[in-house]
């Protein structure tokens, strides 16, 4: 909120915030995690800010425990889970990278958010557990299609990533979408990986691979993968969107360490990251430059504050905290709005 609130001010977005509760406060007020009114408020914003959630510690749904990042994408149908992973030079660690995982986030093997009614896993006697996977052909060609369009903007190439060699239905029904997408893009490149193949080549070489488009199970497992060899989880912004309704939830990569809870030791770049992605998106698809030109800063921003040793924080083996953090990006965020003012005068 403090680099949000200086990046504004610098560029004079007009922000103006609502404050919901979700999670485990929620769950006290109102005896569930994510309410039907939070969800159908958060339809009639511009964009969201989601912070990181506690699933696993969650109680039973019919007690109350909601996965709120389900809930978000499926009710307001963010379906496409926008992952970027580039390395730093200046992270001696990290595997040469600059690439986007296009994650399809609203059906796959999650079992919260693949059927109309009750959960898609299930047990027909106490020993044997049952889990169903639902692909549809609608899904895989509207993330394929954003896949393709962001290649257009970028290096011209898609990996498609599957298992088709077993799942030969539903894999298979993903793959034929995406090369049909692909015929309406002859500048692109497309070539697909099996997942497990994917996994190795994105180790070994992860520099060879653009964008990166799989369903929700896959994505979820190499956005990770890919985060993590570009020096950190905690880097890893990401955006939940829909193209057709325009509307866009920034959303940490990584979930929540209640291990480190209120010690104030947390890395926030994958937060701040999401939320420069947030405006940079806005500012793409209405067409307001200066939505971008903040998105591009707070991006700067952060970078420069990694680049010195002295103010990372401890996932990157510094000592920073999580307030210093963020009021060292604010205030480069503040000098560089600063400096691009002069500059335009």
Same mark, same amino acid.
């Given at each position: 909120?403090?680099? @949000?609130?200086?990046?504004?001010?610098?560029?004079?977005?007009?922000?103006?915030?609502?404050?919901?509760?979700? !999670?485990?406060?929620?769950?006290?007020?109102?005896?569930?995690?994510?309410?039907? #009114?939070?969800?159908? $408020?958060?339809?009639?914003?511009?964009?969201?800010?989601?912070?990181?959630?506690?699933?696993?510690?969650?109680?039973?749904?019919?007690?109350?425990?909601?996965?709120?990042?389900?809930?978000?994408?499926?009710?307001?149908?963010?379906?496409?889970?926008?992952?970027?992973?580039?390395?730093?030079?200046?992270?001696? &660690?990290?595997? =040469?990278?600059?690439?986007?995982?296009?994650?399809?986030?609203?059906?796959?093997?999650?079992?919260?958010?693949?059927?109309?009614?009750?959960?898609?896993?299930?047990?027909?006697?106490?020993?044997?557990?049952?889990?169903?996977?639902?692909?549809?052909?609608?899904?895989?060609?509207?993330? /394929?299609?954003?896949?393709?369009?962001?290649?257009?903007?970028?290096? $011209?190439?898609?990996?498609?990533?599957?298992?088709? +060699? +077993?799942?030969?239905?539903?894999?298979?029904?993903?793959?034929?979408?995406?090369?049909?997408?692909?015929?309406?893009?002859?500048?692109?490149?497309?070539?697909?990986?099996?997942?497990?193949?994917?996994?190795?080549?994105?180790?070994?070489?992860?520099?060879?691979? &653009?964008?990166?488009?799989?369903?929700?199970?896959?994505?979820?497992?190499?956005?990770?993968?890919?985060?993590? @060899?570009?020096?950190?989880?905690?880097?890893?912004?990401?955006?939940?969107?829909?193209?057709?309704? %325009?509307?866009?939830?920034?959303?940490?990569?990584?979930?929540?360490?209640?291990?480190?809870?209120?010690?104030?030791?947390?890395?926030?770049?994958?937060?701040?990251?999401?939320?420069?992605?947030?405006?940079?998106?806005?500012?793409?698809?209405? %067409?307001? *430059?200066?939505? #971008? /030109?903040?998105? *591009?800063?707070? #991006?700067? /921003?952060? &970078?420069?504050?990694?680049?010195?040793? *002295?103010?990372?924080?401890?996932?990157? !083996? !510094?000592?920073?905290?999580?307030?210093?953090?963020?009021?060292?990006?604010? %205030?480069?965020?503040?000098?560089?709005?600063?400096?691009? =003012?002069?500059?335009?005068?």
């Amino acid at each position: 909120m403090e680099v @949000l609130k200086v990046a504004d001010a610098a560029f004079g977005l007009g922000l103006e915030y609502h404050f919901e509760d979700t !999670g485990f406060t929620s769950l006290e007020k109102f005896g569930t995690t994510l309410r039907d #009114e939070t969800i159908e $408020r958060a339809r009639t914003f511009d964009g969201i800010i989601l912070g990181p959630q506690s699933h696993m510690d969650y109680p039973a749904r019919d007690k109350g425990g909601v996965n709120v990042s389900a809930g978000f994408r499926v009710k307001l149908d963010l379906y496409a889970n926008v992952r970027p992973a580039r390395s730093r030079p200046f992270l001696n &660690d990290a595997k =040469k990278m600059d690439l986007v995982i296009m994650r399809e986030a609203t059906e796959g093997f999650y079992p919260d958010r693949n059927m109309y009614a009750g959960t898609g896993e299930f047990m027909p006697t106490p020993d044997v557990a049952l889990s169903v996977r639902k692909i549809t052909a609608s899904a895989c060609e509207r993330i /394929a299609r954003q896949a393709f369009l962001l290649a257009m903007k970028r290096n $011209r190439r898609v990996t498609a990533v599957h298992k088709a +060699n +077993n799942f030969i239905l539903t894999d298979g029904l993903f793959l034929q979408q995406v090369r049909k997408v692909a015929a309406e893009f002859p500048d692109v490149t497309l070539d697909d990986f099996i997942i497990d193949a994917m996994a190795a080549h994105l180790v070994r070489d992860p520099s060879r691979f &653009d964008v990166i488009v799989a369903t929700n199970f896959y994505s979820d497992i190499l956005s990770d993968l890919a985060s993590e @060899l570009s020096g950190s989880l905690g880097l890893a912004g990401s955006i939940n969107a829909n193209a057709e309704t %325009g509307l866009v939830c920034a959303q940490a990569q990584h979930g929540s360490a209640p291990d480190i809870q209120n010690r104030n030791i947390a890395n926030p770049t994958s937060l701040i990251l999401s939320a420069a992605m947030m405006l940079s998106w806005l500012g793409e698809q209405r %067409g307001l *430059a200066h939505f #971008e /030109a903040a998105g *591009a800063e707070i #991006e700067r /921003a952060v &970078d420069e504050v990694l680049a010195d040793p *002295a103010s990372r924080t401890r996932d990157l !083996g !510094g000592t920073t905290n999580t307030d210093t953090f963020g009021s060292l990006v604010a %205030g480069a965020v503040r000098a560089g709005g600063g400096e691009r =003012k002069r500059a335009s005068a």
